[in-house]
């Protein structure tokens, strides 16, 4: 396929793709109903300039990653999205790869719950969507790149967290995010980037060999997670892990029960922290 069908497809998606569709705001005047072009660039984390020349044709080879991000921001169905990979001259995500499409259906789901802290991650748990409340309650993830936007590198390596666990939460939480990644393995044999990932973390954490090693066996059960931040305080929610129908996808809700503490100071946190919804164009 020529350079210039992949620009009149993404100006084409791009036109048909109200901001009120992808949670922008709506006000000022336009001269199409469709994203405008720093509109696209934002919402999967590219340059505005970048964008131009994909779409005039300038720009050759984007890479899957950046594939992925343009189909989750211009919200393509999966026919669409595989449209897209051909047009740049590219292989669609097989069946033996991860995959980092969200459905349009769930997407709009998530839409919807804008007053909960949510984030999205595929199988291996790299975050790909958050929401803004999420980006107030653990920080924006924008800057964040490769491995630091993995949940489980992040625990096993030690980066900084708003989080903590007693010794018995982090245990459950362990076993859960390894037995994830070993059922990943089977599901995804072919994946590279998901092979790397273990070793890195059996390389650099001898916790996580130990229990790679061992074939510990751990399931995902509403817990309580204690997320300390800088401007509302200490936070005592509910995480639940959800399986969004069709996919691997996880979604990651944070709530808190009505009339609580913490749900006072989630409300203030919803006021005062909130930002525009941002994705991975590339924690629990």
């Known amino acids: 396929m020529s350079e210039s069908e992949l620009g009149t497809a993404l100006r084409g998606w791009r036109d048909r793709t109200a901001p009120a569709a992808v949670g922008l705001p709506v006000g000022g005047v336009r001269r199409a109903a469709g994203l405008r072009r720093e509109e696209l660039a934002q919402l999967a984390n590219l340059s505005v300039d970048y964008v131009v020349r994909l779409e005039q044709g300038r720009a050759t080879s984007p890479s899957p990653q950046v594939l992925s991000a343009l189909a989750r ?92 666990h007693t010794p018995e939460q982090e245990a459950r939480f362990e076993a859960a995010v390894v037995a994830d990644l070993r059922a990943a393995t089977a599901r995804y044999p072919t994946d590279v980037g998901l092979r790397s990932l273990i070793k890195d973390l059996r390389s650099k954490s001898t916790v996580f060999a130990r229990l790679w090693d061992t074939g510990i066996v751990g399931v995902h059960e509403t817990d309580t997670k204690t997320i300390h931040h800088p401007d509302v305080g200490m936070l ?16 990651v809700a944070y709530t808190a029960a009505p009339g609580s503490d913490a749900s006072d100071r989630l409300g203030l946190l919803n006021v005062i922290g909130t930002q525009d919804l941002t994705e991975n164009s590339t924690p629990a």
């Open 236 to 251: 005592t929610l509910d995480c639940d892990v959800l399986m969004a129908p069709g996919s691997d996808l996880r979604i």
């Open 73 to 164: 921001a211009l919200r393509l169905s999966t026919a669409e999205r595989e449209h897209l990979y051909l047009l740049a001259g590219q292989a669609a995500p097989g069946p033996g790869q991860l995959s980092a499409h969200i459905p349009p259906g769930v997407r709009r789901l998530l839409d919807q719950l804008d007053g909960t802290p949510l984030s999205v991650h595929d199988a291996a748990w790299n975050l790909i969507l958050w929401n803004p409340l999420w980006a107030a309650l653990f920080r924006d993830a924008s800057s964040l790149r490769g491995r630091e936007r993995n949940i489980v590198w992040r625990h096993f390596a030690g980066l900084p967290s708003r989080v903590s």
